[in-house]
């Protein structure tokens, strides 16, 4: 079956970075399109960034323009998401999720695939 499993959360202060990784395994990575997602306490699940299984033309949520860059490593089965610039609000579960084809990659509800997630605190 497929499995996504995310690591690299942690404690960080204000100003700090953490790069996410999400190991998938039972799906044909090369041709899934990844995203990353969080949901910080008492919100709903945000979209943070996306990947064409292709790589290149990334999408990314205005909040983590320039602090956030997503990447993939098909030889490796892995996404990343690293995160520079932490602020208090980035404070969140990071999930990262898989799906097939190229639109809409904010729309969580495209994804099929889901992984687990990863807490992300940061301090102020």
């Known amino acids: 079956q497929v499995q996504l499993v995310e690591s690299g959360g942690g404690l960080v202060q204000a100003g700090g970075s953490l790069r996410l990784s999400c190991a998938a395994s039972g799906l044909t990575f090369s041709s899934s399109t990844m995203g990353w997602f969080r949901q910080g306490p008492g919100k709903e699940r945000e979209f943070v960034a996306g990947i064409p299984w292709r790589g290149g033309s990334t999408t990314y949520a205005d909040s983590v323009k320039g602090r956030f860059t997503i990447s993939r490593d098909n030889a490796k089965n892995t996404v990343y998401l690293q995160m520079n610039s932490l602020k208090p609000e980035d404070t969140a579960v990071y999930s990262c999720?898989?799906?097939?084809?190229?639109?809409?990659?904010?729309?969580?509800?495209?994804?099929?695939?889901w992984g687990q997630g990863t807490q992300v605190t940061v301090s102020s």
């Open positions: 999720a898989a799906r097939f084809g190229l639109s809409d990659l904010p729309n969580s509800q495209s994804y099929a695939y």
